[in-house]
């Protein structure tokens, strides 16, 4: 099981790589030979997935760990599916490094499989944990993608209006989704509260992080839609927001503990 991860985070690693040469040097085959390498980590990295969800008994998604890896397994899916639907290089050149670094810090993580803890097992579970790992995953793409549009501005891309355009509004959409996600986790979150601690809110330090990332993406939502911003200063909330997405993702387990502890 622990040859499939870590041949999972070497094939994403050499995805990024050969993308990175393929779009550095315009070389078509070095694109397809990161296309091709990507989707068979992501296979390897699916494989590892179920194999330890059978070893658990359980999703494997209980700690920080799991979640880390379930975040990079999403970000892929999202990758393969955008880039599949939409035939955009730049869609795997945000999407790859994603699914790498994330895994990457999966990797630096206490890998043995522990029972769940009795408030976890829950049939919220899978619904709650499950959204969190493909809302981060949208934020932190849009956040790539935003990153992007930035580099195309300021090197002031050949391809024109029309690339950028397709950028901002694809990081406008997998906001929206990240945004309909993490409401989700919310709402869930609190459901579950309730029933495993007898109350809705507890102001724990990974529910308030929660919030305060769900205000920030309702703020550039508001921003976008009632104000008509987009572009360059969009795509500059997009990467600051990412940061307040990760530290929500990881800051927040190791630096504030809480009744989300168990997610260490």
């Known amino acids: ?7 999972s985070v070497v094939g994403y690693f050499a995805a ?3 993308q990175t040469a393929g779009v550095a040097l315009n070389r078509e085959k070095l694109r397809k030979a990161a296309y091709g390498l990507f989707a068979a980590a992501f296979l390897l990295h699916t494989a590892f997935t179920a194999w330890r969800g059978v070893e658990a008994g359980r999703l494997p998604l209980a700690n920080q760990f799991e979640f880390a890896s379930g975040f990079a397994w999403s970000a892929a899916v999202m990758g393969l599916m955008l880039y599949g639907r939409m035939k955009q290089e730049w869609i795997k050149t945000v999407s790859m490094p994603v699914a790498f670094l994330v895994l990457s810090y999966a990797a630096f993580q206490p890998m043995e ?5 009795p408030a976890l097992r829950s049939t919220w579970f899978a619904l709650h944990i499950g959204s969190a790992t493909f809302s981060y995953a949208s934020f932190a793409i849009a956040g790539g993608m935003g990153l992007h549009y930035l580099i195309m501005l300021r090197k002031g891309h050949s391809e024109g209006e029309t690339r950028m355009k397709q950028t901002d509004y694809m990081t406008y959409r997998l906001i929206c989704l990240g945004f309909l996600l993490l409401t989700v986790v919310i709402l869930s979150g609190a459901i579950w509260a ?19 990332t769900w205000i920030l993406y ?7 839609m009632r104000m008509k911003w987009q572009g360059k200063r969009m795509a500059w909330f997009a990467v600051i927001a990412v940061i307040c997405v990760l530290f929500t993702f990881a800051g927040v387990n190791k630096l504030l503990p809480g009744l989300h502890s168990y997610a260490v």
Request: proline fraction near 2%; avoid cysteine.
């Open 1 to 7: 099981m622990e040859v499939l991860f870590f041949a």
């Open 16 to 18: 990024t790589m050969l």
């Open 113 to 117: 499989i522990k029972e769940l803890m």
């Open 194 to 212: 309730e029933q495993a601690w007898s109350r809705w809110w507890s102001w724990d330090p990974k529910e308030t992080w929660a919030l305060i």
């Open 218 to 224: 309702a703020i550039y939502l508001h921003q976008r």
